[in-house]
T-cell receptor
Framework: ETGVTQTPRHLVMGMTNKKSLKCEQH?????MYWYKQSAKKPLELMFV???????ENNSVPSRFSPECPNSSHLFLHLHTLQPEDSALYLC????????????FGSGTRLTVV | DAKTTQPPSMDCAEGRAANLPCNHS???????VYWYRQIHSQGPQYIIH???NNETNEMASLIITEDRKSSTLILPHATLRDTAVYYC???????????FGQGTELSVKP
């Protein structure tokens, strides 16, 4: 366990469904991130939250909607996804002002059918 | 953030040292070199980072050239569990984003 917990580990959803991915950290970090990793591709940074404010949205389609209710929790709400959105979604956290990098969760493997 | 170049794949015999190179010729003075690894279908794991001095921890050693344009991650006694994709990333200190490239796929063979 890394201290960053993601649920569920696996998710299969239809294109008309609405689902949410959850990330929780108990490391005292104050920044959280969503990454997407498609097959055979590098990790892509999707969203950055610092002190519970969204500070970056890297041209992510609106069918992905993040939410950060507090510094320990991060959600990614999904609706009307496409099959090409199937990927490993990774959450990470860090302490702003620290050089010790990010701590990642184990990811949610999402399949859109 | 500066770009890095890594070989796409490397092999290493079990028990031998694995030396993974990384070029970062456009690195700026305030950018650190970070190494992460990702074992298949898991989240990336932090290994080590450094600015200009060589660094060592329980997992690996990081050797940075004097001009800081390249570095080498050394796993002193590779095991089969070290088989993973290794990412070299340069990052601005104290809050820069972690942007991942393609990394090096290291295969440790018996």
């Amino acid at each position: 366990e890394t201290g960053v917990t993601q649920t569920p580990r696996h998710l299969v959803m239809g294109m008309t469904n609405k689902k949410s991915l959850k990330c929780e950290q108990h490391l005292g970090h104050n920044a959280m991130y969503w990454y997407k990793q498609s097959a055979k591709k590098p990790l892509e940074l999707m969203f950055v939250y610092s002190l519970e404010e969204r500070v970056e949205n890297n041209s992510v389609p609106s069918r992905f909607s993040p939410e950060c209710p507090n510094s320990s929790h991060l959600f990614l709400h999904l609706h009307t996804l496409q099959p090409e959105d199937s990927a490993l979604y990774l959450c990470a956290s860090s302490r702003q002002g620290s050089n010790y990098g990010y701590t990642f969760g184990s990811g949610t493997r999402l399949t859109v059918v | 953030d500066a770009k890095t170049t890594q070989p796409p794949s490397m092999d290493c015999a079990e028990g031998r040292a694995a030396n993974l190179p990384c070029n970062h010729s456009t690195i700026s003075g305030n950018e650190y070199v970070y190494w992460y690894r990702q074992i298949h279908s898991q989240g990336p794991q932090y290994i080590i980072h450094g600015l200009k001095n060589n660094e060592t921890n329980e997992m690996a050693s990081l050797i940075i050239t004097e001009d800081r344009k390249s570095s080498t991650l050394i796993l002193p006694h590779a095991t089969l569990r070290d088989t993973a994709v290794y990412y070299c990333i340069v990052r601005v200190d104290q809050g820069g984003k972690l942007i991942f490239g393609q990394g090096t796929e290291l295969s440790v063979k018996p």
